[in-house]
């Protein structure tokens, strides 16, 4: 057990609905990342949030939005959805963004998504 | 631009014996991290090891270790005496220093035969 906590574990729903993804970071981490994996694929870094601010953005679709907290759980709300948003969808934390380089990752279990 | 890179999609290996999977990196930047993490078919990410670009010796992390060949820019990972519980994908990553990105490779899927 990494800590990170995420829900729903499972999440099917319709092409064109809304929903949002719920992560609770290790305690004492600030940093929360969202990840997509798509079936058989790597991870695809979405966004990256700070102690409630945003610290960077990766491959995130314009239908998709987050954000972080004041007590630093993070929400992932994906709008629109269509059928290639079927994925995993991963929340990881850490400590801080340290100036180095060094700055491990934990995973939470993840949340499936089934587009129907 | 920051990438890594795995070549091996799937591997085999017999029980009990060693078992390189292989990761290329690419970047600029002086000051980097690598990362192994491995997913079972449950589905959840386990860190496994990690190595500084500015470690001069290889990680170790009991059965597993990391062959960090700096100027080939390879982080390759090593898990000696393979056990069926080890048949997971793996996936490489890396953090450089000015970014709050983590880089993943597309992963390798290992099967331990017995």
């Known amino acids: 057990d990494s800590g990170v906590t995420q829900t729903p574990k499972h999440l099917i729903t319709a092409t064109g609905q809304r929903v949002t993804l719920r992560c609770s970071p290790r305690s004492g981490d600030l940093s929360v990342y969202w990840y997509q994996q798509s079936l058989d694929q790597g991870l695809q870094f979405l966004i990256q949030y700070y102690n409630g601010e945003e610290r960077a953005k990766g491959n995130i679709l314009e239908r998709f939005s987050a954000q972080q907290f004041p007590d630093l759980h993070s929400e992932l709300n994906l709008s629109s959805l269509e059928l290639g948003d079927s994925a995993l969808y991963f929340c990881?934390?850490?400590?801080?963004?340290?100036?180095?380089?060094?700055?491990?990752?934990?995973f939470g279990p993840g949340t499936r998504l089934t587009v129907l | 631009a920051q990438k890594i890179t795995q070549t091996q999609p799937g591997m085999f290996v017999q029980e009990k014996e060693a078992v390189t999977l292989d990761c290329t990196y690419d970047t600029s930047d002086q000051s980097y991290g690598l990362f192994w993490y491995k997913q079972p078919s449950s589905g959840e990410m386990i860190f496994l090891i990690y190595q500084g670009s500015y470690d001069e010796q290889n990680a170790t992390e009991g059965r597993y270790s990391l062959n960090f060949q700096k100027a080939r820019k390879s982080a390759n990972l090593v898990i000696s005496a393979s056990q069926l519980g080890d048949s997971a994908m793996y996936f490489c990553a890396m953090r450089v220093s000015n970014f709050n990105k983590f880089y993943f490779g597309s992963g390798t899927k290992l099967n331990v035969k017995p």
């Open positions: 990881a934390s850490s400590v801080v963004p340290a100036e180095g380089p060094y700055n491990e990752q934990f």
